[in-house]
């Protein structure tokens, strides 16, 4: 079983749409939860960290749920920009990336 | 801050030519990382260092590929010999110290063994 599992989609959705994306992990262990975002073409940029209270940052809110094992990114009024592939990210003694899961924002 | 930087950023060999990749880490961070990216595998983790000591290099494919942090500011990755399946994208990471944080990523090199 791979460690952080993620649909790699991708999610068509038209401008101004609320999406969401899950992912799960199966290392009990790990301390701390990202999501980054990546461009065609481009390196990984973190988006944002992940806290089990919730956190958010504009039209982007994080989610973590250690009992389930899981993590969610929503995006809410997607915009042509928020198009890029998002990749889920925990750390244990090092950062470990999901497959990622591409977004397409359609106008 | 000028960030992570790669270098080259592009790299066409020969099958059975040493390949050298260059990183120059973000200053005062004190974690540097070896990734590299394909559409098969994602983002793999090569071998990661810490105040210039090679923490864990299980991600390291095979006896061809070596890396070297002789100082906090430079860090190579060497593939001799270079075979086709080693074409990928080679990242180079850093962090500052600090358990969890971030990491901030160079803008990789592309690199086609043909």
């Known amino acids: 079983r791979k460690e952080v599992e993620q649909d790699p989609g991708p999610f068509n959705v038209p401008e101004g749409a609320t999406v969401a994306f899950n992912c799960t992990y199966s290392?009990?262990?790990?301390?701390?939860f990202f999501w980054y975002r990546q461009d065609c073409r481009k390196e990984p940029k973190l988006l944002m960290s992940v806290y089990s209270s919730g956190n958010e940052d504009g039209r982007f809110t994080a989610q973590l749920n250690r009992a389930s094992q899981y993590i969610s990114l929503l995006i809410r009024d997607s915009k042509l920009s928020d198009s890029a592939t998002y990749l889920c990210?925990?750390?244990?003694?090092?950062?470990?990336f999901g497959a990622g899961t591409i977004l397409r924002v359609k106008s | 801050d000028a960030g992570v930087i790669q270098s080259p950023r592009h790299e066409v060999t020969e099958m059975g030519q040493e390949v050298t990749l260059r990183c120059k880490p973000i200053?005062?961070?004190?974690?540097l990382f070896w990734y590299r990216q394909t559409m098969m595998r994602g983002l793999e983790l090569l071998i990661y260092f810490n105040n210039n000591v090679p923490i864990d290099d299980s991600g390291m494919p095979e006896d061809r590929f070596s890396a070297k942090m002789p100082n906090a500011s430079f860090s190579t990755l060497k593939i001799q010999p270079s075979e086709p399946r080693d074409s990928a994208v080679y990242f180079c990471?850093?962090?500052?110290?600090?358990?969890?944080?971030?990491?901030?990523f160079g803008s990789g090199t592309r690199l086609t063994v043909v």
């Open positions: 990210v925990l750390y244990g003694n090092k950062l470990v």
């Open positions: 990471a850093s962090s500052p110290p600090g358990a969890g944080t971030g990491y901030t």
């Open positions: 290392n009990s262990a790990s301390q701390s």
């Open positions: 200053s005062g961070h004190n974690s």
